[in-house]
């Protein structure tokens, strides 16, 4: 599990401040490569590029929804996504449309 906004950044260690993700997408997350907003709608920055598979394993979820939590318990909390968007995100994010 990562953590949304960074333990060093005194993010806590609780479940509304984690991200399940494959070890891909956490290293993408954490490079500010996509945040997600408050309503989980993933967005993919501008700057980010790449070849092979980027459009597999990145720009494919541009615009999506995580899926909902289990529980409202583990539902990703505003604030920090707020904080990861702010203070991590290397945006702007693309165009929808695009």
Not at 26 to 39: I, N, P, V, W
Not at 61 to 78: E, V
Request: charged fraction near 20%; hydrophobic fraction near 35%.
């Amino acid at each position: 599990m990562l953590h949304i906004k960074w333990h060093q950044a005194g993010g806590p260690d609780i479940e509304t401040n984690g991200l399940a993700l494959c070890a891909l997408h956490h290293k993408l997350f954490d490079c500010g490569a996509f945040t997600l907003s408050s309503e989980c709608q993933i967005s993919i920055s501008q700057r980010a590029h790449g070849s092979h598979g980027f459009s597999e394993w990145l720009m494919s979820f541009h615009g999506r929804h995580l899926r909902p939590a289990q529980s409202d318990d583990y539902t990703p909390d505003a604030k920090y996504l707020g904080w990861h968007g702010r203070e991590v995100f290397r945006g702007p994010a693309r165009d929808l449309s695009n």
